[in-house]
């Protein structure tokens, strides 16, 4: 049953799921899988075979359950497959090795033959894991369906942590610092495949908020709780601390499910609870042993906000990669301007500074004297002129309008509203491309809105530059200057959906993306500022920037899989905006980000700086950005040339 009702919230993380910890001999599978469902939890996490199980020749592997015990859907639905935790495919001893790759190859064989849709890996028994990855690796070559889970502990002493948990009994794994490190050397080995995840053991103690961000962009299906990570409230209660809550909260957004594992520590009366034995089989009518603790999880779920409206209208936009528009060289659907038209912030901004500029413009005292000569270049269907009549009337100043559009499709629609709305005696309509158009005056004001994700990257400053000769030369420009930024991202997702493509010019190309499954690594910084009107329209719009970003030192270690770009514009004086992270317009929804890939994803070591390049090259039919990282270590050029992407002029 899931752990409640939250709106809009159809994700895997409403499902909880419980470790068993004891194999479930003599066909014992059905009853505990039938109590666990009836106290609530969603599936079990259970052994597949015998842990006493060591191949011999002709033996028939001892399953915990034939097939026959459970439907089909009750195996695909209910089990997730935990592989022997025996197994240590890089022992010394060569016999364990062999063993345990027989042993793995038959336990994933059985899991498969089940449909069931995932199997927890063991966790690495030390930091050298290559033959266990070189196994798993040839396994994931034959897999359809079944994804791999690998159990990590969430584990990374910081750097002057003194008492770094002793408690472990491997000492192999003691000088282990981080399991970030495990898991990206293993994934490393396994060529980033789609079907290897992960599973993260959530212990007592955390690592700091910055080193935990980095999983938010890594495939982690699970959190394993384990009962000891739990604290007693003041009625004897399982709760978590703060930090364990926020956590929580972090990975029922990133559709992370929960596993509770392990005895129970809290005895609470609850009508016939047995304590300990959380497999209790006989007494369906007795709660589970670890009902309170998925109470208390059910209670953090429940107690999340809702998904606000446009995030429930905007979720199967997540990660989802899409090619940024070509309104220059293409020419947009009535669907794309429909869609445009219904952010209505964005045109509140715009009514906001065309307000201030013909304030700024036309004193009071001339208001009844003075007319202001407005172009809306790239008028679309016509909502900038809506919002610049709206302004005039606001403000009491006399307008005259000039609406200059490419697109006769979008032209024909910008008739009929001027008909309906009665504007045929302030609104000339212009069907042109701005940059040919012979204007028969100048403008005092000239408005547009060619703005992409990453500022210039739908070819604004081109344009404006063409539009500039027949703006004042005291004329404002709305908006009067953007700025792109970019961040460096851990996003496994998108890296391996780029992959599946299987060329080089998908990782050359930029992505307009709703960016949710990733990790930001550092602050953004900005890359190129256009201004309007250009200073030097001579002057060449091609662009360098090389940027330095330094990844906190708490983060530890990361993977780069690209960089998330945005913009932010000044429309006129204070009034801007943008979707940059830290300055974006709140509930603007008309852009997403971009995301500008890495044909290898660069791992950059803790404290070690990251020195990324990018460049804007115009040719004579064409705008195009190279980019490339030079540290820590080298990448190609990306689109040398424009050969992969590039924006048509
Ligand atoms: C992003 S849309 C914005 C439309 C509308 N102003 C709005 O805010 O909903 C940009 C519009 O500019 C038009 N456009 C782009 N380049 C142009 C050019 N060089 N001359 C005229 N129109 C252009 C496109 O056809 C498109 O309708």
Redesign the pocket.
């Known amino acids: 049953m899931p752990l409640g009702q939250r709106a809009g919230d159809k994700s895997e993380s409403r499902y909880c799921g419980v470790e068993v910890l004891d194999f479930p001999a003599g066909e014992e599978l059905p009853a505990v899988l039938s109590h666990s469902l009836s106290s609530s939890f969603d599936f079990l996490l259970a052994p597949l075979v015998d842990p006493d199980y060591r191949p011999t020749p002709g033996s028939v592997l001892p399953v915990a359950a034939s097939d026959l015990v459970l439907g089909p859907a009750q195996w695909s639905s209910h089990i997730v497959g935990k592989i022997s935790e025996w197994i240590d495919l890089d022992a010394e001893d060569e016999q364990l090795r062999l063993d345990s790759e027989i042993t793995l190859k038959q336990e994933i064989a059985w899991a498969s033959h089940l449909s069931l849709q995932a199997c927890v890996l063991p966790p690495p028994k030390r930091s050298s894991c290559a033959n266990y990855a070189r196994v798993v690796n040839h396994i994931l070559q034959g897999l359809t369906n079944l994804q791999l889970w690998l159990r990590i502990p969430l584990e990374k002493s910081e750097p002057m942590d003194e008492d770094h948990d002793g408690a472990k009994d491997n000492s192999d794994m003691s000088d282990t610092v981080d399991s970030w490190e495990w898991w990206n050397s293993f994934r490393l080995l396994c060529e980033h495949s789609s079907q290897l995840c992960v599973a993260l053991d959530v212990l007592s103690t955390l690592p700091s908020m910055n080193s935990l961000g980095r999983w938010f962009g890594e495939p982690v299906r699970a959190a394993i709780l384990q009962t000891n990570a739990f604290l007693t409230n003041a009625r004897g209660y399982p709760c978590l601390s703060k930090r364990h809550q926020k956590l929580l909260t972090g990975f029922f957004n990133h559709s992370v499910q929960v596993i509770i594992s392990g005895r129970s520590n809290h005895n609470v009366s609850q009508g016939g609870v047995l304590s300990g034995d959380e497999n209790h089989t006989e007494d369906t009518a007795v709660r589970h042993a670890l009902s309170p603790y998925l109470d208390y999880i059910a209670y953090i779920y429940q107690r999340m906000d809702p998904l606000p409206e446009q995030e429930r209208f905007e979720i199967n936009y997540r990660d989802f990669l899409q090619s940024p ?1 070509q ?2 060289m293409d ?2 659907e009535a669907q794309t ?1 429909e869609t ?2 219904k952010d209505t912030v ?2 509140t901004q715009y009514q906001r500074a065309i307000a201030k500029a013909l304030v700024d413009r036309v004193s009071d005292d001339d208001v009844s004297t003075t007319k202001t000569v407005l172009m ?6 016509g ?2 002129v809506r919002a610049s009549l709206q302004a005039a009337e606001e403000t009491g100043r006399k307008l005259k309008v000039y609406a ?4 006769p499709n ?1 032209v024909i629609t910008l008739h009929s509203l001027i008909k309906l709305e009665g504007w045929e005696s302030l609104v000339t309509i212009i069907s ?4 040919c158009w012979e204007a028969p005056e100048k403008a005092d004001i000239l408005v ?4 992409g994700s990453f500022g210039d990257n ?2 604004s400053p081109e ?1 404006l530059d ?1 539009a500039q000769r027949f703006l004042k030369p005291d004329g404002i420009s709305i908006p009067s200057s953007y700025t792109s930024f970019i961040e460096p991202i851990t996003a496994s997702k998108l890296h391996n959906d780029i992959k599946a493509h299987k060329d080089i010019a998908h990782f050359e190309t930029a992505y307009v993306v709703k960016l949710h499954r990733i990790a930001r690594l550092a602050p953004t910084q900005s890359v190129f500022t256009f201004d309007h009107p250009n200073p030097s329209p001579n002057a060449s719009n091609q662009r360098y920037t090389k940027l330095k970003f330094e990844i906190p030192q708490e983060t530890g270690s990361c993977l780069v899989h690209g960089f998330a770009g945005y913009f932010d514009a000044v429309l006129y004086k204070d009034v801007h905006l943008g979707i940059e992270p830290n300055t974006a317009t709140p509930n603007m929804f008309s852009w997403f980000p971009i995301f500008f890939p890495l044909r290898k994803p660069i791992y950059v070591p803790s404290k070690t700086p990251i020195e990324v390049h990018f460049w804007r090259c115009c040719g004579a039919t064409k705008v195009w950005y190279e980019w490339a990282v030079t540290a820590p270590s080298p990448s190609p050029i990306h689109n040398s040339n424009g050969r992969s992407y590039w924006v048509g002029l």
């Open positions: 528009l309104p220059l020419n947009l301007y445009f038209e964005k045109y809306v270049v790239g008028a679309g269907r909502p900038l200059v559009e490419k697109n979008a042109s491309d701005m940059r547009s809105e060619l703005l739908e070819l344009c063409g």
